[in-house]
């Protein structure tokens, strides 16, 4: 089971970019990286996936080195809505192995 | 994607006493998934529930205490049993788009339970 890290919490003022980090050194061949963000009193809702180099979608990037051993999620110009709890998930797609454990996560604050 | 609803939304339950949680979807999945939420806590993986076999609990969850069925495609229901304090807490029912892929998540039962 891939074990992930991330920064408990973390705080930023609007308009900055913000980057996330999360730790799996023990990532496997066949783990995908998969990001959530939890506002209160709601369900976690996915953000991207990825396996390798960099993807980018309408709301996020993931940056994903060569290693593997690390991921970043990158949150461009957040706002105040933009303030959750992140959770970097790691796991087999296709067999769905260990895809479905969350780690501790990080509670990210945007200040006026 | 996948619309989830759970009923009910809320709970106020007396200790020893049983609260069943149902979990509807919109779209036919084949597995379904129940956690657990302490308050400020990350989510926790109580067991997988698949239409047609019993539900594959995780480590420290046992089927006495959170019976779960699964009678179609669309729907669960997850029991939590002989409540007590400590099963005060937010439960939550989520399905895969595919194996593995992203999840869709129900938005949650609040359990409080004196």
């Known amino acids: 089971l891939a074990k992930t890290t991330q920064p408990i919490s973390m705080d930023s003022y609007e308009g900055q970019e913000v980057n996330i980090t999360c730790s799996h050194n023990n990532i496997a061949t066949n783990d995908y990286i998969t990001w959530y963000q939890q506002f209160p009193s709601q369900g976690p809702r996915f953000i991207i996936q990825?396996?390798?180099t960099k993807v980018t979608n309408e709301v996020a990037s993931l940056f994903i080195p060569a290693d593997r051993k690390s991921s970043t999620l990158s949150l461009p110009r957040v706002s105040l809505s933009d303030t959750a709890v992140y959770y970097c998930?790691?796991?087999?797609?296709?067999?769905?192995?260990?895809?479905?454990?969350f780690g501790t996560g990080t509670r990210l604050t945007v200040i006026p | 994607s996948a619309v989830i609803s759970q009923k009910p939304s809320r709970d106020i339950c007396q200790r020893g006493t049983s609260l069943t949680i149902q979990c509807q979807v919109d779209?036919?999945?084949?597995?379904m998934f129940w956690y657990r939420q302490q308050p400020g806590q990350s989510l926790t993986l109580i067991a997988t529930a698949n239409q047609g076999s019993e539900a594959t609990y995780e480590s420290g969850f046992v089927i006495d205490k959170f019976p779960i069925s699964r009678p179609n495609l669309t729907f669960s229901t997850l029991t939590v049993s002989n409540m007590s304090p400590e099963d005060s807490s937010i439960y939550l029912c989520?399905?895969?788009?595919?194996?593995?892929?992203?999840?869709?998540f129900g938005p949650g039962t609040r359990l409080t339970v004196t």
């Open positions: 989520s399905v895969e788009r595919d194996r593995g892929y992203e999840q869709y």
């Open positions: 998930l790691v796991g087999d797609v296709g067999t769905g192995a260990n895809n479905l454990f």
């Open positions: 990825g396996y390798k």
């Open positions: 779209s036919q999945v084949t597995m």
